[in-house]
C-alpha cells in the first residue's frame, strides 16, 4: 500500500469537463445527494474544492453555501488552499468533497482540518475513485495518457472509512456507484441490466463510491466516587451500668 502523502504536486480538475464523462458523473452524483442532503442541518454548508462547489444541492435545507477554492475563480467565496482552512473551529455543519482527495498530495491534512472546523454531529460528504474497479485498472495501462485520471490518487473505499473512523466520525451511509470503465468515454446507462445487476453483485468494484460520514464526540462527564459510608451498628448488651445500679438497689431493699 503506497503512502497517503506524496511530495509530487498533482494537478487539479478545475471543472467536471476536465474529467471523462464529467457532466454524466456530476449529475449521477447530485441525483444521489438529493435524498441524502435532506437530512443535513445547521447554518453553514462548505463545498471543499472546485468540483464540489459545481454540485448542486437544491434539495438541502442549509442555505449558507460556501464555496472553497485554491484559486480565484467565479463563483468563490474563498480562497484557500484544502490543507489551511480559514475556518474557526466547530463552525461548520456539513462538509462536501467531490473527488478532493484523489487530486492531493496530503489527505490526511485535508481530513484534519474537516474534522477541526466541523461542529460535533456535523456531516460530511465525499465521493471518490476506486482502485479496484476497470477504471483503477486502465489507470496504471499505457493508455490514453493525457487522460488526467492517470494522475488521480485512488484511494480505496475501505480505507478512507479507516482513516473516518480514527478521526472520530461514524460512517452511516456508503454508496457504490458507476460501473464503467470511463477511460474508454462510453455512454452511461444507470438502468442498464449490467448497470442494475453490478450493483447487487459487485459492488465493491464500482467505479466510484460516496460516502457520508457524521462526526461524534463522546461527552466527557464526571464519574461520581462511591463514598464507603460507615454505618453505626446497634448492639445491645447484656446489662448497663444504670441495670446493674438498679439491681444492687433492689437488693438493698429486700435487705432491709
Request: hydrophobic share 40%.
Amino acid at each position: 500500500m503506497k503512502s497517503a502523502l506524496t511530495k509530487n504536486s498533482l494537478p487539479t480538475p478545475e471543472s467536471w469537463q476536465e474529467l471523462p464523462l464529467g457532466e454524466e458523473v456530476r449529475a449521477l452524483i447530485e441525483s444521489e445527494l438529493t435524498e441524502i442532503s435532506r437530512k443535513f442541518f445547521g447554518y453553514h454548508l462548505v463545498r471543499l474544492g472546485h468540483l464540489s462547489s459545481q454540485l448542486e444541492l437544491s434539495a438541502c435545507p442549509i442555505k449558507h453555501k460556501v464555496n472553497l477554492f485554491s484559486k480565484m475563480k467565479e463563483g468563490s467565496n474563498l480562497i484557500a488552499k484544502s490543507t489551511a482552512l480559514p475556518l474557526a473551529e466547530n463552525s461548520v455543519d456539513t462538509f462536501v468533497l467531490a473527488n478532493e482527495l484523489d487530486f492531493t498530495h496530503d489527505p490526511h491534512q485535508i481530513l484534519r482540518e474537516v474534522d477541526r472546523a466541523i461542529i460535533p454531529n456535523g456531516h460530511l460528504v465525499l465521493t471518490g475513485f476506486n482502485p479496484f474497479s476497470l477504471c483503477g485498472l486502465f489507470k496504471y495501462l499505457p493508455f490514453n495518457q493525457s487522460n488526467i485520471l492517470h494522475q488521480a490518487r485512488f484511494f480505496s473505499c475501505n480505507r478512507i472509512k479507516d482513516w473516518l473512523q480514527l478521526l472520530g466520525f461514524e460512517v452511516i451511509e456508503t454508496k457504490h456507484l458507476l460501473f464503467n470503465e470511463l477511460f474508454l468515454q462510453r455512454r452511461l446507462h444507470e438502468t442498464s441490466k449490467w448497470n442494475s445487476w453490478s450493483a447487487k453483485n459487485l459492488g465493491y468494484l464500482s467505479s466510484m463510491y460516496l460516502i457520508v460520514a457524521k462526526k461524534r464526540e463522546v461527552p466527557l462527564s464526571m464519574i461520581k466516587p462511591k463514598w464507603k459510608q460507615t454505618k453505626r451498628k446497634f448492639s445491645t448488651v447484656g446489662a448497663s451500668a444504670r441495670t446493674g445500679f438498679l439491681q444492687k438497689d433492689t437488693q438493698s431493699h429486700k435487705r432491709t
